[in-house]
T-cell receptor, first 113, second 115 residues
Framework: NAGVTQTPKFQVLKTGQSMTLQCAQD?????MSWYRQDPGMGLRLIHY???????DQGEVPNGYNVSRSTTEDFPLRLLSAAPSQTSVYFC????????????FGPGTRLTVT | GENVEQHPSTLSVQEGDSAVIKCTYS??????FPWYKQELGKRPQLIID?????GEKKDQRIAVTLNKTAKHFSLHITETQPEDSAVYFC??????????????FGKGTLLTVNP
């Protein structure tokens, strides 16, 4: 199993550009989440999904869209990048409602200039 | 919503000493409290967790305690080693299942273990 994978590892965008951060897991996990990590701020939940076709907002959803068309994939879309979205983005998954541990991907470092 | 406060933000100890990191939470309905370790440039990894029906849990040199009345929980690392150096995050969640599952993280503690 590759676990949770994220692409790209690094990305530089100009203000106003759009892009999609990819996240995939091959563990057949129901739950998937996106977090952003900023210095001194911990991890903050952006969006999450409890299964294919079901998504919901987290703590900091503005400026981001998600969809979950398959169990494996949970892409995060930045519609119009802003410097405030410069951060490290982590995708995470966990098996189902009875399982506690979240498995994090390796992260994507995004810089918006 | 839930608010998790974590202290201290930095902690420096000598190898072999103990380290204690404390967190408080605001939502009395929270019932799941994990701790994550993140080494520099790496992903967070779960090291231990505790549920609200348990007051203490140990795993070798790591232990977590929970005081539901006071709404605080702590991570204890004994006999610290240089490889324990990392950022540690506490978190709290109201519910493990369904759409109520949201982990709220503390801001992290940078632990440095000096040889």
């Amino acid at each position: 199993n590759a676990g949770v994978t994220q692409t790209p590892k690094f990305q530089v965008l100009k203000t106003g550009q759009s892009m999609t951060l990819q996240c995939a897991q091959d563990m057949n996990h129901e739950y998937m989440s996106w977090y952003r990590q900023d210095p001194g701020m911990g991890l903050r939940l952006i969006h999450y999904s409890v299964g294919a076709g079901i998504t919901d907002q987290g703590e900091v959803p503005n400026g981001y869209n998600v969809s979950r068309s398959t169990t494996e994939d949970f892409p995060l879309r930045l519609l119009s990048a802003a410097p405030s979205q410069t951060s490290v983005y982590f995708c995470a998954s966990r098996p189902d409602r009875s399982s506690y541990e979240q498995y994090f991907g390796p992260g994507t470092r995004l810089t918006v200039t | 919503g839930e608010n998790v406060e974590q202290h201290p933000s930095t902690l420096s100890v000598q190898e072999g000493d103990s380290a204690v990191i404390k967190c408080t939470y605001s939502d009395s309905a929270s019932n799941y409290f994990p701790w994550y370790k993140q080494e520099l440039g790496k992903r967070p990894q779960l090291i231990i967790d505790i549920r609200s029906n348990v007051g203490e849990k140990k795993d070798q040199r790591i232990a977590v305690t929970l005081n539901k009345t006071a709404k605080h929980f702590s991570l204890h690392i004994t006999e610290t080693q240089p490889e324990d150096s990392a950022v540690y995050f506490c978190a709290a969640s109201r519910s493990l299942g369904g759409s109520n599952y949201k982990l709220t993280f503390g801001k992290g503690t940078l632990l440095t273990v000096n040889p």
